[in-house]
């Protein structure tokens, strides 16, 4: 396998603007890479990306392979994995690492079944083990566990969640070298008809979360949750179950099966505190737990807690909160 070194990040775009998780596999792929004495890439497929370009080294990229054509301004599945399986087969990086966004889920598994190597889906930590091999870490059995899975076919590939990893504080006088490549076509059977805003919340990208659990006692319940979000200035998260008995929407889902936050600020209402739901929001920077069971594992990872009612804790806090802003 000596033939295979470097590391490669696919960077994702939407209308011309790069995930967010790109940077973050930058930052996670350069800690790597100054361990291990690689070379850390990018591949960038769209068009007309100008100086969009520049922000994967900003952010860690020591060269990025830029795909130009119309076709793959919008994300077409086939297109995308056969000219990335092309990249691939001729740069011969040894780890591969994708964000496991919709797009990144979709677009990982085919590109490494094209490669006939292994996939980690779902990582939320990367390490580097013996003789250099990466060990992929993620949540299995619900949770309940961290599977430690090393590949033995190169390249190493893996899907990794957004908001777990640490990317590089942006340096815009961090250069690199832009090395463009020729897209190769194909006819694809997907055709993107019209588009739509999906409207909605963004979670992960909130300052401030007001999660909701079991602890209510009727989907009405939540417009408690929605007055201190407002208040604070943020927005509303549930639990699994939750979502389940159809409360809300799986937008609003935190956890190892739903969204993966990192809010300045965290608060969890009636939440337990089970290990699929830490998963997912046990990085936020100040987590605030309410529940009338002072035994709830929730406290343990809380850096404030409240044993109380949560009908009579969270309307005074709205009420403060109100009056501070």
């Not at 370009?53 to 830029?66: C, D, P, R, S, T």
Request: hydrophobic content about 40%; aromatic content about 6%.
């Amino acid at each position: 396998m000596s033939e295979y070194k470097g590391l490669m990040v696919f960077a994702e775009q939407h209308e011309g603007r790069i995930h967010p998780v790109s940077y973050e596999l930058l930052g996670k792929g350069t800690e790597i890479a100054q361990k291990l004495g690689i070379e850390v890439s990018s591949v960038l497929l769209g068009s007309e990306m100008g100086d969009e370009i520049n922000e994967l080294f900003y952010y860690g990229a020591e060269k990025v392979y830029y795909f130009d054509n119309p076709v793959l301004a919008d994300f077409d599945l086939l297109n995308y994995k056969h000219n990335l399986v092309r990249l691939v087969n001729e740069v011969k990086p040894e780890t591969v690492l994708v964000g496991a966004t919709h797009l990144g889920r979709s677009l990982g598994p085919r590109v490494a079944c094209a490669l006939a190597t292994g996939l980690t889906a779902d990582c939320t930590a990367l390490e580097v083990g013996d003789e250099g091999n990466l060990i992929q870490i993620r949540p299995a059995f619900s949770g309940n566990i961290f599977a430690h899975i090393r590949t033995t076919t190169r390249p190493q590939m893996a899907t990794v969640r957004y908001k777990v990893m640490q990317k590089l504080d942006r340096d815009a006088s961090r250069t690199g070298e832009i090395v463009r490549k020729d897209a190769d076509i194909i006819d694809s059977v997907l055709k993107i008809v019209s588009k739509e805003s999906a409207g909605g919340v963004n979670i992960a990208e909130a300052d401030v979360v007001v999660c909701g659990g079991r602890g209510l006692k009727c989907a009405a319940d939540f417009a408690l949750m929605e007055e201190l979000a407002a208040a604070l200035g943020g927005v509303v998260g549930c639990t699994r179950p939750i979502v389940d008995d159809g409360w809300i929407s799986k937008q609003h889902q935190v956890g190892f099966s739903g969204n993966t936050v990192k809010p300045r600020l965290y608060v969890a209402a009636g939440v337990s505190g089970s290990p699929q739901h830490l998963a997912g929001m046990r990085d936020s920077d100040v987590i605030l737990a309410i529940n009338a069971d002072p035994s709830a594992p929730i406290f343990k990872v809380a850096d404030y807690g409240i044993v109380g009612d949560l009908y009579e804790v969270i309307p005074r806090l709205a009420a403060e909160a109100r009056q501070r802003s």
